[in-house]
């Protein structure tokens, strides 16, 4: 009877192995026609776009959204503010146009990456004695939203006059993973107040001009980088439902023949023992 087990067991593991053939290229001919889901809709998030891109009109128009290209962007891919004397107030809001129309999963611990690409000039420093600025001015703050749920808040001190790459980062943390396409549109949200004391009587100048400008994502400088977990692909997750991983279950053939080899080497004796019975 010992000698019928390893004969089971080297059939039962030969039945696992997985059949490739004419009904497996032809399962992936189809899947080759069907349409790619992430060339619906550019402007949404998807497999290959998760990565949220600023746009702007170059005056009083702003949006975000995943897609890399934007015919109404600002000619110059810049947004710019500037007064010779007095105070910028930014106050400004990036949100997703068109409204996010599927639910995220974000990765736990997943890393949000934020890269702004800044131009300043004047005074946004409160009582340091270098410039115009008081109790007026405000450093640069920044938010990423999920709908009215700020995700992440930064306030960046360290920034100089000139061309500046700003780049933040967070890590999810519990509670942030899930932005549902209903109440978690993002957008981000940029604030700062720089003053301005440029004066000149035609002959010579004292004091700057107050300047704040902003790089778009036209030449890919300015974005938001967001850890979209690969489960938000999942029609399940989609449909609202919770993800269960799916474990293939062993067709009824199968079942049945590891069923017949276990009773097999169970019960069918030897010849040894064939032998000594007929004796």
């Known amino acids: ?80 503010n500037e007064k010779t004397q007095g105070v910028i107030s930014i106050d400004q809001r990036f949100s997703m146009n068109p409204q996010m129309s599927k639910r995220l999963n974000m990765t736990l611990d997943g890393e949000v990456r934020i890269v702004l690409n800044i131009y300043l000039e004047g005074d946004w420093t409160n009582n340091d004695n270098n410039g115009p600025c008081t109790n007026d001015c405000d450093e640069l703050n920044v938010t990423l939203w999920a709908g009215a749920t700020a995700i ?74 967001l850890p979209i977990d690969e489960s938000s692909w999942n029609e399940d997750f989609q449909a609202g439902e919770e993800i269960v991983m799916a474990v293939e279950q062993p067709g009824f053939m199968f079942v049945t023949a590891i069923a017949a080899l276990t009773v097999a080497a169970v019960y069918v004796p030897s010849r040894k023992g064939s032998e000594q019975l007929r004796d």
Not at 17 to 36: H, K, L, R
Not at 45 to 62: A, D, E, I, K, Y
Not at 205 to 224: E, H, K, Y
């Open 1 to 80: 009877m010992r000698g019928a087990v390893p004969v089971a067991l080297l059939l039962a593991i030969l039945l696992c192995v997985p059949v490739t053939g004419g009904a497996t290229s032809s399962a992936m001919a189809e899947e080759e026609e069907a349409q790619d889901p992430c060339e619906e809709d550019l402007k949404q998030p998807c497999q290959n776009r998760t990565v949220l891109h600023l746009w702007s009109n170059g005056q009083s128009t702003f949006w975000s959204h995943f897609n890399a290209t934007e015919p109404n962007n600002a000619n110059d891919n810049m947004w710019t």
């Open 152 to 225: 992440y808040r930064q306030h960046v001190p360290q920034i100089s006059s000139g061309w500046n790459v700003v780049t933040l980062t967070h890590r999810i943390a519990e509670g942030q993973t899930l932005w549902d396409a209903s109440t978690a549109n993002p957008s981000v949200q940029i604030e700062m107040k720089v003053k301005g004391d440029y004066s000149t009587n035609g002959i010579w100048s004292t004091g700057n001009i107050a300047n704040f400008s902003m790089r778009l994502s036209g030449d890919g400088d300015t974005r938001v980088e």
